[in-house]
């Protein structure tokens, strides 16, 4: 398996840096890798190969050889699924840092957005194209990449308007560039 950086991931690596207190980088790389391991897993339970992991703009992707829509859903959700495990393991059975536990829970939460660019939009390319057509899951998806991000749009300007908090209108803005950056395409 070939490990890759895109210069993106500079960028990426200097937002942390700048953004999260250094005692709190750890369990930030612990929660992404846990994330990432779930990936993998599900990758190699479905006898798929695990090509490269490329570091980019906004974290890692997995690229792997062979499976159909069904394995491409169960690997996307993979993810989202072991950090919501970690979510709750850590929170009622390891008794960890309520930090680490809501950064399992926040990378759960934000990757199954049915947004093109995340797990959940990519388990739902698959689950529609299965079901119907690629063509038919990129049109579902351009439906769903407006509904979510507008949703969060609106949920940022009125969290900015009412509490001066910017998160939503800032993960709205991300999105909507990882969107463009992907052409609507939902599969990388």
Known sequence: MKLKA??????????LLLLIEEGDLLPVAAAAIIHEAGHIAAILICGLAPESVTAGLGGLRIKYAGGGYIEDAVVALAGPLASAGAAALSAFALKCSPFFTGVNAALSAVNALPVSGLDGGRAV????????????????????????????????????????????LISAGYLCVMCCKNGGNVVQ
């Not at 895109?6 to 937002?15: F, N, S, Y």
């Not at 300007?157 to 001066?164: F, G, H, I, P």
């Open 6 to 15: 895109e210069p993106g991931a500079l960028i990426t690596a200097a937002a």
């Open 125 to 168: 390319f698959a689950a529609v194209s299965l079901l119907s057509s690629p063509d038919a899951a990129e049109r579902s998806a351009l439906v769903l990449d407006a509904v979510c991000l507008a949703a969060l749009g609106g949920l940022g300007v009125l969290a900015a308007l009412r509490y001066n908090n910017y998160t939503f």
